[in-house]
Structures are given as structure tokens and as C-alpha cells.
């Protein structure tokens, strides 16, 4: 199993940026997506972003799109999350997650085993 931690939350007024990293260690494996997901008081757990194993390919949900940029460093075993434009509809817990297959990632939370513990965002208005 894979360890993940989260860290870089906090709070920001509406407009302002946040950076959250994660960083996986433990049983790592050879190459895998890592994905972002976020998750607001009495909502389900949804899809933020996701990034392949050789950054080559990124995928945002329409809600963050052209405001959040997903980023890794294999070298550190750590994925990133740059949040820019903050909203107050952005506050949540954010988590990350690993899998081996980008579709897994995709396709949304359920299928994912592997996590952090999250780490929260505040944004005030």
C-alpha cells in the first residue's frame, strides 16, 4: 500500500492562490496517475484533477478549469496543485489519490483505495 499526505491548505480570501502538495511514499510503484478531489460539507467527494505519470497529459473539472494547474515531481514521489482565482465554492477538503490506470482516476472516486488524509481550504468571501 501506498502512503499519501497532504499538506498546503489553509485560508485565503476570495482571489487569492493556494499551492497543495502530496507526497507519496511506502510501497510506490512504477508509473501511475495521480488525481485531486475535493470534497465540501454534506456534498460527495468529486473529481478535480488528474495528471499521467509522465505529466503529459492533465485533465481539469469544468469547475477549475483555467484556474487550477496539477503538476508532479516523480523525482520527489509528490504531485501539486496550484489553485489560483480562489472562490468561496472551492471550500472543501482536499484529498489525493493514486492508481495505475488513468481511467480508474477519471472515472471518479469510488474506485479509488488509496489516499490521504486530506487537507483543508477555506475561502472567504
Known amino acids: 500500500q501506498v502512503q499519501l499526505v497532504e499538506s498546503g491548505g489553509g485560508l485565503v480570501q476570495a482571489g487569492g492562490s493556494l499551492r497543495l502538495s502530496c507526497a507519496a511514499s511506502?510501497?510506490?510503484?512504477?508509473?501511475?496517475?495521480m488525481g485531486w478531489f475535493r470534497q465540501a460539507p454534506g456534498k460527495e467527494r468529486e473529481f478535480v484533477a488528474a495528471?499521467?505519470?509522465?505529466?503529459?497529459?492533465?485533465y481539469y473539472a469544468d469547475s477549475v478549469k483555467g484556474r487550477f494547474t496539477i503538476s508532479r515531481d516523480n523525482s520527489k514521489n509528490t504531485a501539486y496543485l496550484q489553485m489560483n482565482s480562489l472562490k468561496p465554492e472551492d471550500t472543501a477538503v482536499y484529498y489525493c489519490?493514486?492508481?495505475?490506470?488513468?481511467?480508474?482516476?477519471?472515472?471518479?472516486?469510488?474506485?479509488?483505495?488509496?489516499w490521504g488524509q486530506g487537507t483543508q481550504v477555506t475561502v472567504s468571501s
Open positions: 495528471i499521467s505519470w509522465s505529466a503529459g497529459t492533465t
Open positions: 489519490a493514486v492508481d495505475r490506470r488513468w481511467h480508474n482516476v477519471l472515472a471518479g472516486p469510488d474506485g479509488l483505495n488509496a
Open positions: 511506502g510501497r510506490t510503484f512504477g508509473s501511475y496517475t
